[in-house]
């Protein structure tokens, strides 16, 4: 990463690589930034294979500082900024973390658990190293990398008990930047919005696909369904990604003679509601296109701009260079086109394993192939599809419910913003559905929406896929994927019944 770095700085130069904050940084002033804070870390005591944790908000900092820390051959520990005492205290004990690159806003609470942190030396924000920055030398520090060596420890957004971390080396970067470059076919005049926490892969493979083509990356403080749009037409934006409730959030909003009245030319999802895919194209006259990927492997399969045919149709694309995609059974064994199984992936980039886990390493990859839990299949044409998680299930009696499939139809309910399919034990049938729901509108929450959302799914669903219960809600817990955090909602309480309409009995619990 080092490496591209200065390549993007001597071939663009002045040229703008970050505008986040209201400041525009090119790649000269990135790359001069970068080697003065990498050699800063090392007479702070950093050495190669070291971890420097970073927890800011979307700051010019963020970037800079993963860049800098991967300059002094030590890894980057990313850490989310919602975390609260726990999280943090068990990613810098898990990571061992050095040091924690911060902001004022999180000083306090790095503060209140430093003494768990044995391995923790320093606490220290950026402001605090202007005199030592400004003396330090712009030279890069003398650090062999290999494209093996690691990178970062990037936590995954777990929805059960404390995240594990990817082990990611320089290579999953340098591989995912490119491809995705290739992918989205990249130019000069382009421009490339992100909405997400720097804390999360996708920004960071953002800036490594603008680090590789050498356009300009516009980080936004957070996601807001009402003003991203404006903020893409503010900026000028042409490429963008989002996922998890992001699409049906800003689809949601109220249309508006503006939403044509923009430059972008892709956008990138993971994801797409294949019912709304046409829709969103005529709504914001842009090819929505899928991108599949995890943390632990990047980019896997994509749809190239060009299949306008996969519109509608649900299509997660093929593998793209570097990488192969099988479907497979329990046993392991490949199944024909057609047939359900385990999406698995093969190839490069992936995680070197799971940071202190050799158990769940050893679960995930297994003979060079990366389980990746998703449930699909391909088609003879080589397009793949999902149709469900492999643990994202209700087991209702002796069928299969996938959760994705009935969210995605009580998704498309005029009244509906988002909506969370879980298990409810029961005697009878082993787990019953239960529908949470947030409404467009907080007020028409009662009986009779329930039962209108339960006819809705009856139109459309198999009987037995149907929502047994359905509890409204104002918000819903997130990872910082923008997916709900559904273990969130089965732990606020023993009985799911209680304060959730049942749909047979016709009554509250």
């Keep these: 990463m080092p490496e591209l770095v200065r390549h993007a700085a001597e071939r663009y130069g002045e040229r703008e690589f970050l505008r986040v904050g209201g400041r525009s940084i090119s790649f000269a002033e990135a790359d001069d930034f970068t ?84 391995a923790l030396r320093e606490v220290c924000t950026l402001e605090e190293l202007d005199g030592e920055l400004a003396r330090a030398s712009a030279q890069a520090p003398d650090c062999e990398l290999r494209p093996d060596d690691l990178a ?89 990604y989002v996922l998890g409730t992001m699409p049906l959030l800003l689809y949601k909003q109220p249309p508006s003679e503006e939403d044509r009245r923009n430059r972008v030319r892709l956008v990138l999802c993971s994801g797409i509601v294949r019912e709304l895919h046409g829709a969103f194209e005529e709504r914001w006259g842009a090819p929505w296109r899928e991108a599949y990927g995890m943390t632990e492997s990047g980019a896997d399969l994509m749809v190239p701009i060009s299949a306008e045919e996969t519109v509608g149709t649900g299509a997660i694309g093929r593998p793209v260079p570097g990488k192969q995609a099988r ?53 003879a044409d080589g397009w793949f599809y999902i149709v469900g998680r492999l643990k994202d299930m209700v ?27 879980v298990p409810v034990d029961d005697e009878l049938f082993g787990e019953e559905p239960k529908a949470f729901v947030r409404l467009r509108d907080s007020d028409a929450a009662g009986a009779e929406m329930a039962e209108a ?34 273990q969130k909602l089965l732990a606020a309480k023993p009985d799911q019944r209680v304060g959730a309409y049942d749909a047979r009995e016709q009554r509250w619990g």
């Design 395 to 421: 087991r209702r009696g002796g069928e299969n419910i996938s959760c994705a499939e009935v969210e995605g139809v009580l998704g498309q309910h005029p009244a509906v913003l988002q909506a969370a399919l």
């Design 35 to 118: 080697s003065r804070l990498a050699n800063v870390l090392v007479a702070h005591g950093i050495d190669k294979g070291d971890r420097v944790a970073v927890m800011m908000g979307n700051l010019a900092g963020w970037p800079l500082s993963w860049l800098a820390i991967l300059k002094a051959g030590a890894v980057t520990v990313p850490i989310n900024s919602s975390y609260r005492g726990a999280d943090l205290q068990f990613v810098l004990s898990d990571s061992g973390a050095a040091i924690l690159l911060t902001t004022d806003d999180y000083r306090e609470l790095a503060a209140s658990v430093r003494q768990d942190c044995p």
């Design 453 to 486: 959302l339960v006819a809705f799914a009856r139109e459309r669903l198999a009987r037995f896929k149907v929502p047994r219960f359905v509890e409204f809600v104002d918000q819903f817990p997130l990872t910082p994927s923008e997916r709900i955090a559904k």
């Design 152 to 240: 970062n420890l990037q936590y995954t957004s777990g929805t059960t008990g404390f995240p594990k971390a990817c082990m990611l080396p320089h290579d999953y970067w340098l591989r995912v930047g490119w491809v995705a470059a290739g992918i989205a076919e990249l130019h000069a005049q382009d421009v490339v919005l992100t909405a997400q926490p720097f804390s999360y892969i996708d920004p960071q493979w953002n800036a490594a696909m603008c680090l590789t083509a050498g356009v300009p990356l516009v980080v936004l403080p957070r996601f807001s369904a009402s003003g991203f749009w404006p903020s893409v037409r503010e900026h000028g934006a042409t490429v963008f």
């Design 327 to 379: 479907i497979v059974a329990e046993d392991g064994t490949e199944l024909a086109d057609g047939e359900r199984g385990e999406i698995v992936i093969g190839g490069r980039p992936l995680m070197r394993g799971y940071w202190n886990q050799p158990e769940a390493t050893a679960r995930t990859l297994r003979d060079g192939w990366l389980h990746t839990g998703d449930l699909g299949y391909r088609d």
